[in-house]
């Protein structure tokens, strides 16, 4: 099938590439030329395991990209992979989605064969059919279901495992109104599903909307709750790893997002949390328990802080702050808790010193003032205290490194450094 890809971030080039990999011929579209420039050389836009890999093998055959919409008429399919940031009150702004929907819109006013617009953005219930239709109609000169239809394929990749995410998901949603659309779903996703037991949801487009909302606020709500917990086991000096690793046998809790710490970011629980409880605002329903897993969210790094005053005052002390990325695996920053962890060390009058593996330059565009260490080792060199806020394995590997440090002192976020003796070391949850 021709498919053509709106937005070439960490979802728009996964699907590119992997659905270039599935044997479809995909256009990317973005309006970024280092980007398009990028994808057409066969290199990867963004640090993810296994991409560089797919657009080297088929850039230039399978795979080209463009800064231009009028590639999209030589294509059957779209997908529409554009950001939906928050807003300030945390509702969703779609303007970038419908922008690029105008863009495609006119593009395919001139198009004389069926075409098929699937949105893989994460958006609230009734946006595809309420604003995505009515741009589309409006701007093709069509009628939905006459030449020009919607569809909503929901995206449930995690970065830093986006393309074996992709190509093994533990679910595939098509949200669709009539059998033309989900037809042509089930044909674009078949050499994914055919001959396997990955499940395929056929729903409607505002099924398909919420469930990805629904997803995203239960493993978010399931990290509070385990937070919440940790934080009582804390107080009780009770290990909450070992009571996570027993209840997570119960198969109707389930052992993974067990781990407690230092809480969610990234672009999307954050992002889709705010999105869903302003959703239900606006319906004029008060979303309680997600606004309390926002809140517990939100105070486990002053917790973490707040365990580092216990052993120190870190006023015009060196402070090492291990892992900036958001999780290991990515050089992603967005709402990393790095950010409140630095805030408040910076608050506190500490130098900090930052290390990660592979997001430290986009760290330092957010705190250019802060210093970057090349290594862990270099980090923890006369630092008076460290901070652990992103489990990248190379952590757990440290041992001589702390001895290199004014004074020992480990606050660990995510349980990864091992204890060793001469290291003060305080978990956050254990
Ligand atoms: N990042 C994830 O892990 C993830 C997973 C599932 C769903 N989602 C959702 O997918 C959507 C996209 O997220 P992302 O993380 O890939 O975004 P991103 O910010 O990484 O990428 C968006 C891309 O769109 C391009 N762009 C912006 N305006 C454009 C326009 N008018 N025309 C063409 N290109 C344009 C940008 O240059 C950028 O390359 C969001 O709704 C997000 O919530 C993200
Ligand atoms: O037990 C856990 C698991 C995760 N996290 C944190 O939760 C955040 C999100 O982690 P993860 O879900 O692995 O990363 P994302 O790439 O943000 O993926 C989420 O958000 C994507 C965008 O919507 C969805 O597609 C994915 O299904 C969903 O897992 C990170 O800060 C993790 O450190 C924990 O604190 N404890």
């Avoid at 239709?133 to 409006?138: A, C, M, N, Q, S």
Wanted: charged share 25%; proline share 4%; with cysteine.
């Amino acid at each position: 099938m021709n498919v053509s890809i709106i937005g070439s971030g960490y979802v728009g080039t996964t699907l590119a590439a992997c659905l270039a990999d599935l044997g479809h011929t995909v256009t990317a579209i973005d309006i970024d030329e280092s980007i398009v420039e990028r994808l057409n050389a066969g290199e990867a836009p963004i640090h993810e395991p296994g991409l560089a890999d797919l657009l080297a093998e088929h850039a230039g055959t399978r795979l080209t990209a463009t800064t231009s919409y009028d590639a999209v008429r030589d294509t059957d399919v779209t997908f529409i992979a554009l950001p939906t940031p928050s807003r300030d009150d945390g509702s969703i702004d779609t303007s970038l989605v419908e922008k690029g929907t105008e863009s495609l819109g006119e593009a395919l006013r001139e198009k004389s064969s069926p075409h098929l617009v699937v949105v893989k953005s994460t958006v609230v219930p009734g946006t595809t059919a309420e604003r995505v239709g009515p741009i589309l109609e409006e701007t093709t000169g069509k009628t939905l279901g006459d030449g020009i239809d919607v569809a909503m394929n929901p995206e449930f990749l995690r970065e830093g495992h986006a393309v074996l995410d992709f190509l093994d998901p533990d679910k595939v949603v098509l949200g669709a109104e009539n059998d033309e659309a989900l037809a042509t779903l089930r044909e674009l996703y078949r050499p994914l599903t055919d001959g396997t037991d990955i499940p395929v949801v056929e729903t409607g487009l505002r099924e398909a909307e919420m469930i990805k909302y629904a997803n995203n606020a239960f493993l978010a709500t399931k990290i509070s709750l385990m937070n919440e917990l940790g934080n009582i086991c804390k107080e009780y000096g009770v290990d909450a790893y070992e009571v996570a690793d027993a209840i997570g046998l119960d198969e109707r809790i389930g052992s993974q997002f067990l781990a407690s710490g230092v809480g969610w970011g990234g672009s999307c629980f954050p992002k889709d949390v705010a999105a869903l409880i302003a959703a239900a605002d606006t319906a004029g329903y008060d979303a309680e328990l997600l606004k309390a897993a926002v809140g517990v969210n939100d105070r486990q790094p002053k917790r973490l802080l707040a365990l580092l005053d216990d052993h120190v005052d870190v006023s015009d002390k060196r402070v090492a702050v291990l892992g900036l990325a958001f999780k290991p695996g990515t050089d992603d920053i967005r709402e990393s808790r790095a950010i409140p962890v630095i805030e408040g060390l910076l608050d506190r009058g500490a130098d900090v010193v930052g290390y990660d593996p592979v997001a430290t330059d986009r760290m330092r565009e957010r705190f250019p003032d802060v210093e970057y260490a090349d290594s862990a080792a270099d980090a923890l060199r006369d630092a008076h205290a460290a901070v652990v806020v992103t489990d990248w394995d190379e952590f757990a590997a440290l041992d001589d490194e702390f001895d290199a440090m004014a004074r020992p002192i480990v606050v660990d976020g995510r349980r990864i450094v091992e204890r060793r003796e001469g290291l003060t070391y305080e978990g956050l949850t254990w």
